[in-house]
């Protein structure tokens, strides 16, 4: 069981939800061939509208590619652009540890390298309940896409940025 479709983005905030439906419908039809639950539908549509989102705010450039794979025992979500990188493996190598990105009322979002060019994201329960609104407005997305995915990595090779959200199927 193997599928995958490409879907090209202009990176204009009036043109998300064309691009989103797009999507969508082909997630429906992936749900009708394979027998995706619903669960996994509701889960990539919120993947999506923050990529298509993250694309209109932060890339910095004319368009995005965003893909959908499903494969064996995952569905995949990227999107790859040749816009500004989003500087994480500076920061995190400087701090020589985790990074926290984001944090609200209930999570906190950390940034991990994996290997050269290559971050994970993963979040934790906010124990301490400290909010910091000037944080929240920026990554809230990322958040999102963590908590939606088993798995949200970003790769930067120059001049390319892939974000990927991976969710396990059964």
Same mark, same amino acid.
Request: hydrophobic share 40%; with cysteine.
């Given at each position: 069981?193997?599928?995958?479709?490409?879907? =090209?983005?202009? /990176?204009?905030?009036?043109?998300?939800?064309?691009?989103?439906?797009?999507?969508?419908?082909?997630?429906? +039809?992936?749900?009708?061939? @394979?027998?995706?639950?619903?669960?996994?539908?509701l889960?990539?549509?919120?993947?999506?509208?923050?990529?298509?989102?993250?694309?209109?705010? @932060?890339?910095?450039?004319?368009? !995005?590619?965003?893909?959908?794979? #499903?494969?064996?025992?995952?569905?995949?979500?990227?999107? =790859?652009?040749?816009?500004?990188?989003?500087? #994480?493996?500076?920061?995190?190598?400087?701090?020589?540890?985790?990074?926290?990105? !984001?944090?609200?009322?209930?999570?906190?979002?950390?940034?991990?390298?994996? +290997?050269?060019?290559?971050? !994970?994201?993963?979040?934790?329960?906010?124990? =301490?309940?400290?909010?910091?609104?000037?944080?929240?407005a920026? @990554?809230?997305?990322?958040?999102?896409? =963590?908590? !939606?995915?088993?798995?949200?990595?970003?790769?930067?090779h120059?001049?390319? /940025?892939?974000?990927?959200?991976?969710?396990?199927?059964?």
């Amino acid at each position: 069981m193997t599928a995958s479709q490409s879907f =090209t983005f202009d /990176n204009q905030a009036a043109n998300i939800t064309v691009c989103s439906r797009q999507m969508l419908d082909y997630l429906d +039809e992936l749900l009708t061939t @394979h027998g995706l639950s619903r669960a996994v539908k509701l889960r990539a549509k919120f993947i999506i509208a923050e990529l298509l989102n993250n694309a209109v705010k @932060h890339s910095g450039t004319h368009e !995005s590619t965003l893909a959908i794979a #499903l494969q064996e025992k995952a569905l995949l979500i990227s999107k =790859t652009d040749e816009g500004k990188p989003f500087d #994480l493996v500076t920061e995190i190598e400087k701090k020589n540890a985790q990074l926290m990105v !984001s944090s609200d009322a209930m999570h906190l979002l950390y940034a991990v390298k994996k +290997e050269d060019n290559l971050v !994970s994201f993963y979040c934790k329960e906010n124990l =301490t309940f400290e909010l910091d609104v000037n944080q929240l407005a920026e @990554h809230l997305g990322l958040l999102i896409i =963590t908590k !939606s995915a088993d798995e949200f990595t970003y790769r930067y090779h120059k001049p390319v /940025n892939v974000f990927c959200a991976q969710i396990k199927l059964g």
